[in-house]
């Protein structure tokens, strides 16, 4: 089976959700006359990411009655879409979340479950944490979503490949930093170095759709990548800049990389269940809880 | 480790987007620069002019009375090089009516007068020129508080913040600011012979290692001493960058109420844009 995917690498104007979803569906209109089945936008790809004080004012449901997300339903008739946006829960927490959309249907809402707030980020201050990692099934395979620092933890993609997920779906707006001679920065080089890691080790589709554009003196470097389950690269879009990619992508790699390669096969999920439980048990913590 | 060498290409690349795009998403399309000669203006000038195109950049030249006429001559080169905009408008007159009411004024306070002399010019031709002033400190000035509060330090963005003084100039060589300005010794040219690295005690190439190691990789100062730093020059370094952080951060507001702006009154700039 062959998917047809497009990698919007957009900017986005901080704090203006219908001026971005204008350009969403400008997207849309490129991507389906490219043929894309699938159109993935990055980290809170409906509202800027140093959102701050503003996020309870551009935050959205996540249900059809939303009056931003009912517009891209309709678009998800016609491909289907992962979008990025502030929700706002029943209980009016926000979280930093991604939808899946398909035939006007919220297939799956991730909510970002690794919030950054060290550094530059600041993140915990202004959302909630998600607490759930799910695969879910799609009509062109079974997909996972993670945004961000989701993966920069180990952990989130290895249950998503447990859950069944063969095509990892990864938003961001990655800040480039790490300026060195090398003509990448540090941000691009670790990003991709994990993203191909993660394809190699879970022989899986690991899709990367990033921020391009500016917020104040943050740059987001773009540079959006697929890699195959070999681990091999199928595309990058541009570096520093807005583009929209597009790659098909043979889905029958899948079984040919697994029949030489059978790391799925030999995972031994029930020891590493063993193992956390007997670590979590202990009285000495090792690691964050 | 301590390696400040960059990829020009790159820096260039996100440098030149900055400035387009935080000049043009607030409506502007213009930039002035205030070019004293020396390689920080002349790096900034040149950015400006290639992210906005040269006809679109002021270059403000503000002598005073005593500075070198190199400052003037290599401000020039600066603006045949690139072809932007240019005016010339001393501030001695200005100045003098303030430091001529004060006989006993001394060279540091003077030299203060005269770099916010320069700030009223620059955003006085802004206003005339319908364009954003683009700042020209660089990191070692920022973190050594080497500035005049309201004074240089004063812009609408700043393109060279988080470049240190060493990395700024293999930044102007790759551009092909000319070479003269690239080499000559630093100086706020507020007197005659006056270099920055004689009056800080130290050159721009050690106290930037230094401050590498403590600022980004977050040495410790004992650290920075076992790596071979000189015990006085690290305390004399750190002491300057906690004593100038006034320099880097807006003034504190006093809080009152439930919401106070710089406490929980929290928006980028560039809000809606």
């Excluded at chain 2, 500035?147 to 092909?176: E, F, H, I, V, W």
């Amino acid at each position: 089976m062959k998917l047809t995917l497009g990698l919007a690498q957009i900017n986005t104007c901080l704090g203006n959700p219908e001026k971005n979803l204008a350009k969403h569906q400008e997207y849309v209109g490129k991507a389906l006359a490219q043929g894309v089945d699938l159109l993935v936008f990055p980290e809170l790809s409906l509202t800027g990411y140093v959102l701050q004080d503003l996020v309870p004012s551009v935050a959205s449901k996540a249900s059809a009655d939303d009056p931003i997300l009912a517009e891209l339903l309709k678009s998800s008739q016609q491909l289907d879409l992962v979008v990025g946006f502030p929700e706002e829960d029943e209980r009016n927490r926000f979280f930093i979340s991604a939808a899946y959309l398909s035939k006007g249907k919220i297939v799956h809402v991730h909510r970002k479950v690794y919030l950054p707030t060290y550094g530059m980020f600041d993140e915990g201050r202004f959302f909630a944490w998600g607490d759930s990692i799910q695969a879910f099934d799609t009509c062109f395979g079974r997909m996972g979503i993670l945004i961000c620092e989701d993966f920069w933890h180990s952990s989130p993609p290895y249950l998503l490949w447990l859950d069944g997920a063969d095509i990892f779906l990864f938003t961001s707006a990655s800040p480039g930093r790490g300026l060195s001679v090398d003509s990448k920065l540090g941000t691009s080089r670790w990003v991709e170095s994990i993203n191909q890691a993660y394809a190699r080790l879970y022989t899986s589709f690991v899709v990367h759709s990033n921020r391009a554009g500016y917020e104040d003196g943050l740059h987001f470097w773009g540079g959006s990548t697929i890699f195959n389950p070999n681990g091999d690269l199928v595309c990058q879009a541009p570096y520093h800049k807005e583009g929209l990619c597009v790659s098909t992508l043979d889905l029958n790699q899948l079984h040919r990389t697994r029949a030489r390669l059978p790391l799925l096969r030999d995972e031994r999920t029930a020891m590493v269940q063993r193992e956390l439980n007997r670590i979590l048990s202990q009285d000495k913590n090792n690691s964050g809880r | 480790m301590g390696d400040l060498s960059i990829n020009t290409e790159l820096a260039r690349r996100i440098l030149t987007g900055f400035i387009h795009t935080e000049i043009t998403r607030v409506g502007f399309k213009r930039a002035l620069v205030g070019l004293s000669g020396g390689v920080d203006s002349a790096l900034s000038c040149f950015l400006a002019a290639e992210a906005l195109g040269a006809e679109n950049v002021l270059a403000v030249c503000m002598p005073y009375e005593t500075s070198s006429p190199d400052s003037l001559e290599h401000a020039q080169l600066v603006i045949d090089q690139l072809g932007v905009q240019s005016i010339t408008i001393p501030i001695t007159d200005m100045a003098d009516g303030l430091i001529h009411q004060f006989p006993d004024m001394d060279r540091v306070r003077m030299g203060n007068v005269l770099a916010r002399m320069r700030m009223i010019v620059l955003y006085d031709q802004s206003s005339v020129f319908n364009g954003l002033v683009v700042g020209t400190s660089n990191k070692t000035e920022i973190l050594l508080g080497y500035s005049t509060l309201y004074g240089d330090s004063a812009c609408a963005l700043n393109p060279l913040g988080d470049l240190y003084k060493t990395q700024l100039r293999q930044l102007a060589a790759a551009m092909n600011v000319p070479q003269v300005i690239v080499d000559k010794a630093p100086t706020a040219d507020l007197w005659a012979g006056q270099t920055d690295e004689d009056e800080l005690g130290f050159t721009y190439a050690e106290v930037d290692k230094l401050l590498y190691l403590l600022v980004d990789e977050r040495y410790t100062p004992a650290e920075c001493v076992d790596a071979g730093y000189a015990k006085q020059f690290v305390d004399a370094v750190v002491t300057r960058i906690r004593r100038f952080h006034f320099k880097r951060i807006m003034p504190p507001v006093a809080k009152l109420s439930n919401r106070t702006v710089g406490y929980d009154f929290l928006y980028l700039r560039d809000w809606g844009t």
